[in-house]
């Protein structure tokens, strides 16, 4: 008895489909917002889950994943990140269009960061906003 013919081929769609992260190393890239989505922590706390594309050099395509708290004790950093992105920030209430910021791009410092035993890139810092026309002026070739 013959058991099922074995395929030696097959289709695939990868339409919308993303490779695997790739190891970053420490250093200065531009990277460019993808996506934002507003989230809670498991402690009840909301934040934003920022993902970021890098957007020249030997990285370019790369995943790095951020989040900024929306705790008033730590609302610097978004404002920060917010003002490297080339954002007008108020002095109080403020609306935030999360559409407006798909596609700006920002230099910042990644540093890598052990996370349940494997290296994670990680945004240790927002330097300032660049046109993406001026991303070859990003430290890594």
Known sequence: MAGPKKRTDCTVDFSGV???????????????VISIEEKESSEGNAYLAWKWKVADGTYKGATIYDNTSLKST????????????????TNGKM???FKEYIGKTCLVQV???TYQGKQKPRIGEFL???PASSASTSSNP
């Open 128 to 130: 300032r906003s660049l």
């Open 111 to 113: 540093a890598n960061e």
């Open 95 to 97: 609306a935030l269009n």
């Open 74 to 89: 730590a609302l610097w950093r978004l404002k920060t990140l917010l003002e490297c992105l080339g954002v007008d920030v």
């Open 18 to 32: 993303e490779s695997g992260g790739r190891a970053v190393p420490d250093g200065e890239y531009l990277l460019e």
